[in-house]
Each structure stands twice: as structure tokens, then as C-alpha cells.
């Protein structure tokens, strides 16, 4: 009750999780065919699958040591073609399982910290090296088992973490976590490439607070259907629309009141915006 609808007309239309349901979460992802939501987190089995209707269809990633199993999840996605691709900083890997949690593909070589990841329509997927400070496009054939390519595509960056794919356009959206200087605790960066990794946007926390009323820590991104780019911000607890990458940034908060503290972001097929807030462990789904 207390996710009130937000300005832009969104309303909390369902609240999955709960603390002892999710542990920590640190990802969330939506399957653009099923609907399915996959979640990332710290409990005995790593990933909850959700139905569209709330209810959880299925527990597995279980936490230890053998070649499939999940040491440390750090975000997830889901491929067009139904597989459920985890970062996993506890070996420094990359996982990928079909929707029955029967381990797949796992790719170990060449990463520092492989952190945020987000799936193309092609059903590639789109990572970045939190340590590296770069930008991976990993491409297989999940169903075989196969990798095809995992091809370092930007370099350069500062501790990117949350990344996003534009379904329609391509372009990227990457959340890169800045040193902090003195006493200061450190701040975020959002830059936009286009689809052929060509730099269109980039603003810092700094630059945000010369335009925006707060300052805006970052720590997820999505793009909604129309091209648009979508955070959380942790300060100020809202979901903040920054507007196309041609136009960015812009500012409208979407949704402002009902959260602790949101990490995880995506929208559905259907268009309803899935917030992960890792305050009270729980998904909140918004529609409009």
C-alpha cells in the first residue's frame, strides 16, 4: 500500500519477494516471449522464475562449488530464446541455464568481474567487466551448449556494472561507478553508445545535479518501448526517465513514493515496468 501511483500514471499492480522468499536480490530480467521473470539472489537455490501472474514456478542455480552451481549471482538475464544467463562473481563466470534450471553453457575464460548483462533480440548477450572496464558481446548457441564468440566490444570504461539493450534501436546503455575523490562517496556515470558502439550520451552525477533538482546515484537501466532510458536512483528512491539517447538527459520521475532502495530494472512484453528493490527483497511490478 504504501507504492502509490506514480506521476507518470503507473500503478503497483503486483509485489513478489519479501525477506526469506529473496535474499539480497541483485537482478532481475523478463522473458520477452513467456513473460517469465527471472530473479537473481543470495538464497540455497540462486534464481526464481516468477509467472506472470506472481506465482513462482520454479527454484534452481543452487549455491556451491560444482561446475554448474552458483557461487556469488550478480545480475541475470533472459534471451529471446528461453535460457537464463547469470553473472556470477564468485568465479568470475558467466552461466547460462534453460527455463527447467539444467545448466547449459558456462564460460570462465578472460573475465576479471563480470557483472551486468543484458540479452539483444538475436539472443546475444551484452556484458560488461566491472574490473576490466569493458564491454563484452558474448554470442552462442545455448541449446547445443556452444560458444560462438565473446568479443571485447568497448574498453576504457570505469567500473561499469548495469548495462541495457534498446530492443528497436540497439543502442547501449551502461552505468559506470566512479572513483570517489576525498570524502566524497563516489558517484555514477550513464553513457550511451549506439549499436555500433559509437559514444551518443554520457552524464555523471554532477552534471545530473547541474540539471536536475537531486543528485542522481544510479544503479539500473532499461530502455522502454520507445527508445527511452529508464534508472533507479538510489538517492532519491524513485525510477527517473532520462529521455532518448538524442535527447538525454531529460527528467521525469516515473515513479517516486513505495521504494527502499531499487537495484534491478525491465520491462515486460506487455510493457509493465518491473522494479527490484533490494531494501525489502521484494519485485514490484508497475503498469500503467
Known amino acids: 500500500g504504501a507504492a502509490a501511483a506514480a ?20 537482478g532481475v530480467a523478463a522473458c520477452p516471449e513467456s513473460g517469465r521473470l527471472a530473479v537473481a539472489h543470495d538464497g540455497e537455490k540462486r534464481i526464481h522464475v516468477f509467472g506472470p501472474s506472481g506465482v513462482c514456478l520454479r527454484r534452481f542455480g543452487v549455491r556451491g562449488d560444482a561446475g554448474n552451481d552458483i557461487k556469488y549471482p550478480l545480475d541475470v538475464t533472459v534471451t529471446s530464446d528461453g535460457h537464463v544467463v547469470v553473472t556470477d562473481g564468485g568465479d568470475c563466470s558467466v ?3 534453460d527455463f527447467e534450471g539444467r545448466g547449459v553453457l558456462a564460460v570462465r575464460e578472460g573475465f576479471c568481474l563480470p557483472w551486468g548483462l543484458d540479452a539483444t533480440p538475436e539472443s546475444d548477450v551484452i556484458l560488461t567487466d566491472s574490473e576490466a572496464g569493458a564491454l563484452y558481446r558474448l554470442a552462442a548457441d545455448f541449446r547445443r551448449g556452444e560458444l560462438k564468440k565473446c568479443q571485447m566490444i568497448r574498453s576504457r570504461l570505469v567500473s561499469p556494472r ?33 549499436a555500433k558502439m559509437d559514444l551518443i550520451g554520457q552524464m555523471d552525477s554532477f552534471g545530473l545535479n547541474l540539471v536536475f533538482p537531486s543528485r542522481i546515484h ?19 528512491q524513485a525510477v527517473i526517465c532520462l529521455g532518448k539517447p538524442e535527447e538525454f538527459p531529460t527528467f521525469n520521475p516515473l515513479i517516486s513514493h513505495g521504494l527502499s532502495y531499487p537495484v534491478g530494472l525491465t520491462y515486460t512484453a506487455n510493457n509493465s515496468l518491473v522494479v527490484l528493490d533490494s531494501g525489502d527483497h521484494s519485485i514490484k511490478v508497475y503498469s500503467s
Open 7 to 26: 506521476p507518470a500514471g503507473l500503478g503497483l499492480r503486483l509485489c513478489l519477494g519479501g525477506w526469506g522468499s529473496l535474499v539480497n536480490p541483485t
Open 95 to 97: 552461466k547460462a541455464f
Open 162 to 194: 548495469a548495462v541495457a539493450v534498446c530492443p528497436t534501436s540497439g543502442a547501449v546503455a551502461v552505468i559506470e561507478h566512479l572513483k570517489a575523490l576525498g570524502a566524497s562517496k563516489g558517484s555514477t556515470r550513464v553513457t550511451i553508445f549506439s
Open 218 to 236: 544510479a544503479t539500473a537501466v532499461a530502455f522502454d518501448k520507445e527508445g527511452r532510458v529508464i534508472v533507479t536512483d538510489v538517492c532519491s
